[in-house]
């Protein structure tokens, strides 16, 4: 028999036969972060940027930027988002540099920004750091994991993350493989399967609340993206 094989963020297009493409729509949580960034930004302006504006980074921005939008819509509010306009915005142009993390996290907040979405791997731990340094004044969304976990030293600067929950994808390819389901799709992690969530770490109830019931209507399709 032949071997089967599973490669994470990455799907073939063509599927093929022995090898499963795990993508994830990440766009979903990112619209849930974005939602609950307007609930809670006390300057009416938030801010996200990215690594390289590449769609693997540019997903995560836009579904922040749809969430924000659709708080202004169902809340007649007006929060600004920095950083990223539907077609292009800040990137720091690398995943790496710590500094260019804290410069960019910097500049959005001295233009007002109270929350940032950096989406730019340890690039965001230099935002996470200069949120350290602020005295409470800017929080941070963290990006994949729950960071209030991984970048434990700043764990007091997150309020939320956006979940990638590669964990479950990878359980999911293995089991359809061992329940020999002949499965040639490539796996999509949504919210409905729970491939993508967020991971809630200062969020208060009543707005946790607005944003699960959001949850459930992307699940469910009510809510389009």
Excluded: C, H
């Excluded at 540019?58 to 509010?77: L, P, S």
């Amino acid at each position: 028999t032949g071997l089967n094989y599973a490669i994470v963020d990455y799907a073939y297009d063509p599927p093929v036969a022995n090898a499963r493409g795990l993508v994830f729509a990440t766009d979903q949580p990112s619209f849930m972060a974005g939602y609950l960034s307007a609930a809670m930004s006390k300057t009416g302006i938030v801010g996200t940027f990215g690594g390289v504006n590449i769609p693997p980074v540019t997903i995560f921005m836009e579904g922040f930027r749809k969430g924000v939008e659709y708080y202004n819509a169902q809340k007649g509010a007006s929060v600004k988002l920095l950083g990223w306009d539907g077609t292009d915005g800040t990137f720091a142009g690398n995943f790496e540099s710590l500094d260019d993390g804290k410069n960019i996290a910097k500049s959005q907040a001295d233009e007002g920004a109270d929350i940032i979405f950096p989406v730019a791997g340890p690039v965001g731990l230099g935002s996470a750091q200069f949120a350290l340094e602020s005295a409470g004044k800017v929080k941070i969304i963290g990006v994949d994991v729950d960071m209030s976990v991984s970048n434990p030293d700043a764990a007091e600067v997150y309020i939320a993350s956006v979940l990638k929950n590669i964990d479950a994808a990878v359980f999911a390819a293995v089991k359809d493989v061992v329940e020999g389901n002949g499965v040639t799709d490539n796996y999509v992690g949504t919210l409905a399967n729970g491939g993508v969530g967020v991971a809630y770490t200062a969020v208060p109830d009543d707005i946790k609340a607005e944003v699960e019931a959001i949850a459930a209507g992307i699940a469910d399709g009510s809510i389009k993206l």
